[in-house]
């Protein structure tokens, strides 16, 4: 089995930054994609950030130039980098992780989330 589990989440004011981990662990062949997802209030869940086992990241445009997704493979731990906050970045932000066990390549598995609060 594989846990996900975000951290990092928080109350700040616009113009600040945050950083948000978020580690899988488990008996854990390989992490393919991980990705960063976010529900703001009355909103659905939409991709805010991925990167592939290779490094290639992708963003979604409303956070480009402002978030950073990372990873260390060593230790399957992702990292979403979040600078210049903004009011409407305020939402739950889930981790999935695409991963190879030695039940079954390929299945993501979530977090359950951590709450990012920004005010103006």
């Known amino acids: 089995q594989v846990l996900v589990v975000e951290s990092g989440g928080g109350l700040v004011q616009a113009g600040e930054s945050l950083r948000l981990p978020c580690k899988a662990s488990g008996s854990i062949y390989s992490i393919n994609t991980m990705g960063w997802y976010r529900q703001g209030p009355g909103k659905q869940r939409e991709l805010v950030a991925s990167?592939?086992?290779?490094?290639?990241?992708n963003y979604a445009d409303s956070v480009k130039g402002r978030f950073t997704i990372s990873r260390d493979n060593a230790k399957n731990t992702g990292y979403l980098q979040m600078n210049s906050l903004k009011p409407e970045d305020t939402a739950i932000y889930y981790c999935k992780a695409n991963c190879d066990t030695a039940v079954v390549a390929g299945k993501d598995y979530w977090g359950k989330g951590t709450l990012v609060t920004v005010s103006s």
């Open positions: 990167i592939t086992s290779g490094g290639s990241t």
